[in-house]
């Protein structure tokens, strides 16, 4: 019989998109439950405050490394750097991502389709990439990813073509690495949250499109339920995976959208 829990204490766990929204609440959430937490993002001064931040909440060092997940140069020597300093990873939280322009898609120039494409999706790939190289390679094998998928991923919102595009291609790309990395004891899952408190939902409470046309607000959850899931999910035993979990603000327009 196996584990019912892993023993997490001093794993390494990264988090794509940590120093802010719901990847700072995962991190701080992992680096409490004893894992040893690397955030990583764009902003070096954002990244140095949140791990200086959760660090004194946590009792427990939170590191940061600066990294565009959307370009390969930058993720490899993202992942360059965690093999040199801390010699393995057993958890990779891909959660870094940002949403297009609110604007009919005939008006989203290519340069915002790319960039969407960039964080959201090739930045997932690329990230799995380099966590399955190292995955494979490090004794004992085997380790853990969890993607950010969002509600986009099964059910679009108006105005959304290259989010949603994205967030349906993650899904895909979810169960191909659950598939792929079954031999090697990698397991991985995917969150799909729906109106999780952030940067990117604050716009919510002035009304967004509904799928009939009309202007509504939404309600949002704390960031912190998102955190519990990820942490649940990472604290099963390599032999056990969430798939996909949803979860999402009750009374959002979500169930039945359309």
């Given at each position: 019989m196996?584990e019912?829990?892993?023993?997490?204490?001093?794993?390494?766990a990264?988090v794509?998109g940590?120093?802010?929204?719901v990847?700072?609440?995962?991190?701080?959430?992992?680096?409490?439950?004893?894992?040893?937490?690397?955030?990583?993002?764009?902003?070096?001064?954002?990244?140095?405050?949140?791990?200086?931040?959760?660090?004194?909440?946590?009792?427990n060092?939170?590191?940061w490394i600066?990294a565009?997940?959307?370009d390969?140069?930058?993720?490899?020597?993202?992942f360059?750097?965690?093999?040199?300093?801390f010699?393995?990873?057993?958890?990779?939280?891909?959660?870094?991502?940002?949403?297009n322009?609110?604007?009919?898609?005939?008006?989203i120039?290519y340069?915002?389709?790319?960039?969407?494409?960039a964080?959201?999706?090739?930045g997932?790939?690329?990230?799995?990439?380099?966590?399955?190289?190292?995955?494979?390679?490090?004794?004992?094998?085997?380790?853990?990813?969890?993607?950010?998928?969002?509600?986009?991923?099964?059910?679009?919102?108006?105005?959304?073509?290259?989010?949603?595009?994205t967030?349906?291609?993650?899904?895909?790309?979810?169960?191909?690495?659950?598939?792929?990395g079954?031999?090697?004891?990698?397991?991985?899952?995917?969150?799909?949250?729906?109106?999780?408190?952030?940067?990117?939902?604050?716009?919510?409470?002035?009304?967004?499109?509904?799928?009939?046309?009309?202007?509504?607000?939404?309600?949002?959850?704390?960031p912190?339920?998102?955190?519990?899931a990820?942490?649940?999910?990472?604290?099963?035993?390599?032999d056990?995976?969430v798939?996909?979990?949803?979860?999402?603000?009750?009374?959002?327009?979500?169930?039945?959208?359309?």
């Open positions: 196996s019912k829990t892993f023993d997490v204490k001093g794993r390494i990264l794509t940590g120093g802010t929204g990847g700072k609440a995962v991190s701080r959430d992992l680096s409490a439950a004893g894992w040893r937490v690397i955030i990583t993002g764009r902003r070096e001064a954002v990244l140095e405050k949140t791990a200086a931040e959760l660090s004194s909440e946590t009792g060092e939170v590191s600066a565009d997940v959307g390969p140069k930058s993720v490899e020597a993202l360059n750097q965690l093999e040199e300093r010699s393995r990873l057993d958890l990779l939280v891909n959660n870094a991502g940002i949403s322009s609110p604007v009919p898609l005939e008006e120039t340069a915002e389709w790319s960039a969407v494409v964080a959201n999706l090739s997932v790939f690329l990230c799995t990439q380099g966590a399955f190289r190292l995955m494979k390679a490090q004794s004992p094998q085997g380790g853990r990813i969890v993607n950010n998928g969002s509600i986009s991923a099964t059910t679009p919102r108006p105005f959304s073509a290259p989010y949603t595009a967030k349906h291609a993650v899904a895909g790309l979810t169960k191909s690495s659950a598939l792929d079954r031999p090697f004891n990698i397991a991985c899952g995917q969150i799909d949250i729906g109106n999780a408190a952030s940067e990117m939902t604050a716009k919510m409470s002035g009304g967004v499109p509904q799928a009939n046309g009309e202007l509504m607000s939404e309600p949002t959850i704390d912190g339920h998102i955190a519990q990820v942490v649940y999910m990472a604290s099963l035993p390599l056990a995976n798939l996909t979990m949803t979860v999402m603000a009750t009374a959002m327009p979500f169930v039945g959208r359309g």
